[in-house]
């Protein structure tokens, strides 16, 4: 069959791999992927890889490079193990991809996304999203509705990431919110805390195409670029009182990000960490002190999230895929899909990949 596969930095093929074999273990799920998302973490591997691709065995899941990309997709179901009973053949799914004990620290406690062992398919798995067919976990699955489509069952991956900012920072209706930088988990995560029922949204973005891309999402959304005009100021002189927001979400992995979340922010407020630091920061703790605020830092996404935010989109609440800019194929993946990503002049923010 056919399979993108990461073998090491800037080197992605598309290669002819052999297909699962049709003996299920009595809880495995054969899938045959629709469309599979390329998500920032790829993009890292691609750049720098391996990062978070196993280059030894993994201490969980036994898988290692090359590794088949794709964690984020939705699929069909072709076959099933005989214990499986929460799908059957068909059936459309969306993948979650976060694999872990049951039975560890963290598995008894249902925080399956903080286990120290922790795989995920498409990154540390033997199979992933981009290839004709996959094998999972019959957790690794949730039932899509009819109203919901594959390139959304794609997109809750990543937009349970960004529900989980929303969660963290505790937003409800009328919640003033700062979202600094508008990639893909930026520009999910100002579609969640609209649909939170935020009141008034900032957003801090210094690229023109993505900042036009957040006022087509959210018309309402009060846009600020960065590099011509204070973020800071314009936030205390359109908030009550010039306090600040109640809730800045950080969706960069940028120093300069996190230090205008925590100016932003109100006494009290939550600053909620969603963007990767590739290096330490250096912060004003002090300044944190003296706004008594509290820092929520995100792993991913509890892995219970999946059928919640399949209503938000199936009630239009969530339109997540609008951020999706193009569908390609397997066969141009590299050029079409990572390269396009990583070139400034050309403008993306989401691409899915059809195998």
């Known amino acids: 069959m056919k399979a993108v596969r990461f073998h090491a930095a800037k080197d992605i093929r598309v290669e002819d791999v052999q297909a699962p074999s049709n ?11 629709l469309v599979t998302g390329i998500c920032g973490t790829d993009l890292h591997e691609y750049i720098a890889g391996p990062i978070v691709t196993p280059q030894t065995p993994h201490v969980y899941t036994g898988a290692s490079n090359p590794q088949i990309l794709g964690h984020e997709f939705s699929a069909i179901v072709t076959d099933t193990g005989s214990h499986v009973a929460n799908v059957k053949v068909g059936d459309r799914v969306s993948i979650q991809p976060l694999i872990s004990p049951r039975d560890d620290y963290y598995g008894r406690r249902g925080l399956y996304h903080l286990s120290e062992k922790m ?7 033997a199979w992933g999203g981009m290839a004709e067919y996959a094998v999972v976990n019959d957790y690794n699955v949730a039932l899509l509705p009819k109203g919901v489509t594959d390139v959304q069952g794609a997109m809750i991956e990543p937009a349970a990431v960004a529900v989980y ?88 992995g940028l120093e300069v990000s996190l230090n205008t979340c925590v100016a932003s922010v109100r006494r009290q407020g939550r600053v909620v960490q969603t963007g990767l630091h590739m290096r330490p920061a250096s912060i004003d703790a002090m300044l944190w002190a003296l706004k008594d605020i509290t820092l929520e830092a995100t792993w991913c996404y509890p892995v219970q999230c999946w059928s919640r935010i399949i209503r938000m989109v199936e009630s239009g609440n969530f339109p997540i895929e609008k951020i999706v800019t193009a569908n390609i194929g397997a066969d141009h993946v590299v050029k079409q899909g990572f390269d396009a990503l990583l070139d400034k002049s050309v403008n993306h923010m989401k691409i899915l990949v059809t195998v």
């Open 23 to 33: 003996k299920l273990g009595m809880n495995d799920v054969l899938l045959k992927p």
């Open 119 to 125: 795989g995920c398919v498409g990154l540390s798995w």
């Open 165 to 252: 900012a929303a969660d963290r920072g505790h937003v409800q209706s009328g919640s003033t919110v700062l979202i600094s930088g508008v990639g893909p988990i930026g520009a999910l995560t100002l579609l969640a805390v609209r649909a939170a029922g935020a009141g008034q949204i900032f957003v801090s973005e210094p690229n023109a195409f993505r900042r036009k891309m957040a006022k087509e999402l959210v018309p309402e959304a009060i846009i600020i670029d960065p590099m011509n005009e204070s973020v800071t100021e314009k936030i205390h002189d359109m908030t009550e009182e010039g306090v600040g927001v109640d809730v800045a979400i950080e969706c960069v």
